[in-house]
């Protein structure tokens, strides 16, 4: 089982950028696919990026252009750098671990998850 701790949520204004980041407790870190998701009130959890083992990265499209995912194996971290952000965007944010390795924006790929950290973006 891997421990995924998320941190950097908060509030900013439209237009704003934020970088979150991922903690992973694995020592296979850099075998696993991460990914990021988030969830609105009342809505279900949507797809927002991943990154495999080898560090393909594959986007939402609601996220597209704005977002970049990346990992550092070495520190056992993932990031999202949000850039652009608006009102839709907030969300809570997890990160999410996959152990087979490929990339995926499904949920029910992934078995570890994070417990969330919140993203509010003002108008």
């Known amino acids: 089982q891997v421990q995924l701790v998320e941190s950097g949520g908060g509030l900013v204004q439209a237009g704003g950028s934020l970088r979150l980041s991922c903690a992973a407790s694995?020592?296979?870190?850099?075998?696993?696919?991460m990914g990021w998701f988030r969830q609105a009130p009342g809505k279900e959890r949507e797809f927002a990026a991943t990154?495999?083992?080898?560090?393909?990265?594959s986007y939402g499209n609601s996220v597209k252009g704005r977002f970049t995912i990346s990992r550092d194996n070495a520190k056992n971290m993932v990031y999202l750098q949000m850039n652009s952000l608006k009102p839709e965007d907030t969300a809570v944010y997890y990160c999410?671990?996959?152990?087979?390795?490929?990339?995926?924006?499904?949920?029910?790929?992934?078995?570890?998850w994070g417990q969330g950290t919140q993203v509010t973006v003002s108008s």
């Open positions: 990154i495999n083992w080898g560090g393909a990265t």
């Open positions: 694995v020592h296979t870190f850099s075998s696993y696919a």
């Open positions: 999410a671990a996959n152990s087979r390795g490929w990339a995926s924006g499904v949920v029910a790929d992934y078995a570890d």
